[in-house]
């Protein structure tokens, strides 16, 4: 009996050991790498599935990767590939190449269609140096990052904090959040959730369909959506916008203001000493609130739609339209135009 429960013990420690080496071999971690980095140096990344992590140092003049592999549950033909998936490091003339070596039969990547590959997680350490990342999919996380990046994800998530110095970036579908940001951001989106907060520099921002929100803005603002929920906040600069069916909403917007759309809400508040906005809609409602001691100018006109306004406004009608003209009871200066075929106008 003691015999027999012997062997089963010795089964099932065997069967665990089994399990633990084969636990073990889904991840491998790969030796860490490092380059000098030389005046005029450019990073390049290139990763087909995974993580990127991009960490900026103050001190230090060489770049440090580290990383590993993740092996998918269920192996198969393209996952085992020959000398596939592995991290490549190397220098070609100015440039620092960081790669994942990927399958290079064309008959493996047409079978790979709705199949697990393997996920290479990264994480790069460098002093200031511009920099250029190509993902298939997977994040990018950038942290104090002190050079320009370009960014090309088709879907994924970009993490950027404390970074200082211009970013741009194209993802066809995920997610972006920006903290702390100093220099100019360029994005360009097809489907995607863009958050921005405490951002010092110039924005061009383009989502085609998704939810953008813009918080604490000091510099101009170029936007354009066409289905897709925006909102700005506290906004210290001017403001281009142009929109389709979705929404904008600007919250204390303190600066120049210029948005037309065709059949989504427009919805501003203008905030500074004076009030300028230009405004066209087709069939959007738009709301606009100037300031309390705002003397603008104001031309409100619409084919079809409604007009609401201070007294202070003078109605009229012809075969033009409906007019809503006069001065705000104020003391500082300001133009205010807004203009729309069937869409409601309110002024406060």
Known sequence: MNLMNTGRN???????????????????????????????????????????SLRGMSKGTSISVSGKRVEPKIQNEFSKSQGAWQLNVYRQEKTIVVETSLPQEKSLWQKSLNKEVPRIDLVISAPGIPTEVALNK????????????????????????????????????????????????SLDTFKSDVNITNQIG????????????????????????FDGKSEVRKLKGNATFDISRGSFTGNLIDGRVNGSSESGP???????????????????????????????????????????????????????????????????????????????????
């Open 10 to 52: 010795i089964s099932l420690l065997s069967l665990i050991v089994l399990v633990g080496l084969n636990l073990g071999a889904q991840e491998v971690r790969f030796p860490s790498k490092s380059i000098e980095v030389q005046k005029g140096d450019r990073l390049l990344i290139k990763a087909f599935y995974g993580s990127i």
């Open 202 to 225: 110039e924005l061009d921002i383009k989502n085609f369909s998704g939810e953008t929100v813009i918080t604490g803005v000091d510099g101009n603002l170029d936007f354009k959506s």
């Open 138 to 185: 997977g994040r990018v996380d950038i942290l104090s990052w002190q050079a320009p990046v370009n960014l090309a994800i088709s879907q994924g998530r970009i993490q950027v904090a404390g970074m200082k110095s211009d970013l741009r970036a194209h993802l066809s579908e995920g997610s972006i959040l920006v903290k702390d940001h100093n220099g100019r951001i």
């Open 266 to 348: 427009i919805d501003i508040q203008l905030a500074g000493e004076s009030a300028n906005a230009v405004i066209n809609s087709v069939d959007g409602q738009v709301k606009i609130k100037a300031p309390s001691n705002s003397n603008a100018y104001v031309r409100l006109k619409t084919e079809k739609g409604n007009l609401r306004g201070p007294r202070s406004l003078k109605f009229s009608s012809n075969v033009a339209g409906r007019f809503l003209i006069g001065r705000l009871k104020g003391k500082h200066n300001g133009r205010i135009r807004a203009t729309t075929e069937s869409g409601n106008i309110i002024l406060r």
